[in-house]
């Protein structure tokens, strides 16, 4: 589904920096998929590659057969709806309830409205928090507003999750609801691939393990461990 | 575009007018703001350029014709003149017209008649208007050459430093207006660019969940749009008030100034400021979003 064939990606600024070197990864249909690697080792570069955030400097990268680097506009934004994303610091809209923060990403992309008045209450179940919709996220815990997040990213039934650090701001109880959700979305078939540096938690969840070091990948195991 | 999606759209631009009420009033602010200054200066420009075409419009060439000539011969110099190129019109003004002109002008006090006794020292003149006013010296020169013209005056040197003063009113009133545009459309970009990045985080949401960038710039369009009507409705209101009212002081106290009150010609710079304000707000919005957009 998700293929990196000799990928590289250099950052030209004041200083010149090689985030990714020579990266050949497959992630298959339904996999879930932990990055991990100390911070400055490519996992959030490997995400926004896969988010057509940023473009390969080199090397060419395929999801489902078709290739990054040659969408533009439209099709990238087509493309990203394939695609649920999930962020480290949430980024909510502070001044929208729970409700309108989730089916924002379904008005987003033009879903007729009697859909939306069905689909959000019933995602925000799945993910907890059916007694909050009309809540503002200040009035959320930290746990609470990333799972308005996850709600937010498989909304709109995305093939692929991604998440950047999803439990890098959370406490451990909180990681780990957050985690058995994402066990809970990939039972359903969504391929999930999370960065993280959370080790204890990569520990605990027995799956792929795709180590990163220096924008090298060191280490690739089914069922690994940090 | 689906129905659906264009009730997002509306609902979002209302709501964000709504919840970020004090940016909203700071932009219709300094929208109206700049626009006020921008009519204001438009409509000096115009009562300038009036005032220049009013003084233009009172030259005159006098054409003094030779002493000679019979009155026959003078009323047939007319067809001559008149065939002058840039000549408008042409009235011929008799010795004797002359002469009670120049008793009316001194008054009733001394009588000029009685002074000069019954020799009349005024030619036949022709009072002629050019089509242009610029072509007064030529066309002064023109008449000049024709058989029959003694002398012509037509303020000369006067004239010449009017017309350059009138011509530096126009292109300094036209220098004005832009730069005054050019700096309001600065002024409008900065406070939509405020109110853009402000709103950068959900753009930036819409733009990772897949929304295509017409979806998204639209609410921003909307929104522009009715900030840029809203502060330039208020800017012609405020410069309507403040206009009618300077007319009446003015066609009071200083009666002489050509003030223009050509009514289309000041509604239709009213309607020019609301479709610059309107459109200001819409290309400035776009023109904002477009570094959010490239994610």
């Not at chain 1, 929208?96 to 008045?117: D, G, Q, S």
Request: hydrophobic share 45%; proline share 3%; net charge neutral.
């Amino acid at each position: 589904m998700i293929q990196f064939f000799n990928v590289s990606k250099t950052f030209y600024g004041e200083v010149k920096v090689e985030a990714l070197i020579d990266i050949n990864l497959h992630i298959k249909k339904g996999e879930f998929v932990f990055l991990v690697g100390p911070s400055g080792a490519g996992k959030s570069t490997l995400t926004r590659l896969l988010i057509r955030e940023e473009l390969p400097t080199k090397g060419q990268l395929l999801v489902e057969d078709r290739s990054l680097l040659r969408m533009k506009g439209k099709e990238i934004a087509y493309y990203r709806r394939k695609i649920g994303f999930v962020f480290q610091d949430f980024r909510l809209l502070m001044n929208r309830t729970v409700y309108e923060n989730v089916a924002f990403a379904m008005e987003a992309i033009e879903m007729p409205a009697a859909e939306i008045r069905e689909r959000v209450p019933a995602i925000l179940e799945m993910v907890g928090l059916k007694d909050k919709l009309h809540a503002y996220p200040h009035q959320l815990s930290g746990g609470q507003q990333q799972r308005v997040c996850i709600a937010r990213a498989v909304v709109n039934d995305p093939k692929i999750i991604i998440a950047d650090e999803p439990t890098g701001n959370l406490d451990p109880d909180n990681s780990w609801e957050v985690m058995t959700l994402f066990r809970a979305i990939n039972k359903r078939g969504t391929t999930v691939i999370i960065a993280t540096h959370d080790r204890d938690m990569v520990n605990l969840m027995k799956k792929r393990v795709v180590a990163l070091s220096n924008g090298r990948i060191v280490r690739d195991e089914e069922r690994g461990e940090y | 575009m689906k129905l659906s999606s264009l009730r997002y759209i509306i609902r979002d631009a209302f709501q964000s007018i709504r919840r970020n009420a004090i940016m909203t009033i700071a932009s219709v602010a300094t929208m109206s703001i700049s626009l006020l200054i921008l009519g204001s200066a438009w409509l000096l420009v115009l009562n300038s350029q009036h005032m220049a075409s009013a003084m233009e419009s009172e030259l005159e060439i006098n054409a003094y014709l030779q002493q000679e000539l019979t009155r026959e011969e003078a009323l047939n110099l007319r067809r001559a003149l008149e065939a002058v190129p840039g000549v408008a019109k042409v009235s011929f003004v008799s010795r004797e017209e002359g002469l009670q002109r120049l008793q009316d002008r001194f008054g009733e006090e001394t009588s000029i008649v009685d002074t000069l006794g019954e020799s009349n020292p005024l030619p036949d003149m022709y009072s002629i208007k050019a089509e242009i006013a610029e072509e007064v010296p030529q066309i002064a020169q023109a008449i000049q050459e024709v058989e029959g013209v003694d002398t012509v005056r037509y303020g000369q040197g006067m004239v010449e430093k009017l017309l350059a003063f009138t011509q530096w009113l126009r292109t300094a009133g036209i220098v004005l207006v832009v730069a005054i545009g050019l700096g309001a459309v600065f002024l409008i970009a900065t406070t939509i660019r405020l109110t853009v990045f402000a709103r950068r985080k959900a753009i930036s949401i819409m733009k990772l969940v897949g929304a295509t960038d017409w979806y998204i710039r639209m609410p921003f369009l909307l929104e522009g749009m009715i900030i840029g009507f809203l502060g330039a409705g208020l800017a012609v209101l405020c410069l309507q008030l403040i206009y009618n009212q300077l007319v009446q002081n003015i066609m009071v106290t200083l009666n002489f100034l050509p003030i223009l009150q050509d009514e289309s010609l000041i509604k239709s710079v009213y309607k020019s400021l609301l479709l610059i304000g309107t459109s200001l707000g819409a290309i400035g919005s776009v023109i904002s979003m477009h570094r959010f957009l490239r994610i």
